[in-house]
């Protein structure tokens, strides 16, 4: 299995020649990672790198619902992800597509699972490309940098989200 990055928090690896498998665990219940992931009003407040702004297009959580985020960078320039839910095993599971629109038609199946032991949980996401070129050209993106920023807006949300209640 080659090792992408093995930073302290979040870990990316390439298993196979078609997918990613990310690892995060975040000092919080499985019932609130999992709200906080699937709640558009708390998406905004983490989604994408620091100093971008997203936008919640549509978020319709359920098998055959979509949903589409808006991400504005620091420079203004704006641009699109979507997906399609696949499947909702609240608070376990979440099957869905994901797809940027600049690169439409490459998409990935994510399938995110949430293990909670001892108040923490362990988010674990794999996603599935198409081809190793989809696979190698999402890995080449920065995805990582940005995922990275990504984790640590939720880590953050988390901790304030846990201290309101």
Known sequence: MATVSSAATTKVTLPSDREILITREFD?????VFKAMTDPDL????????GYTTTVDKMDVRPGGSWRYVVREPDGRESAFRGEYREIVAPERVVQT??????AGHISVDTATFTEHDGRTLVTTR???SSKEDRDG???SGMEKG???THDRFSELLTELRAAS
Do not use: N
Request: hydrophobic share 45%.
């Open 28 to 32: 919080a219940p499985r019932d609130l």
């Open 147 to 149: 995922l990275r920023e």
């Open 138 to 140: 999402m890995v080449q």
């Open 127 to 129: 996603s599935l490309f």
């Open 98 to 103: 994901f797809e940027w629109e600049p690169m």
């Open 43 to 50: 998406i905004p407040r983490w989604w994408g790198p620091r």
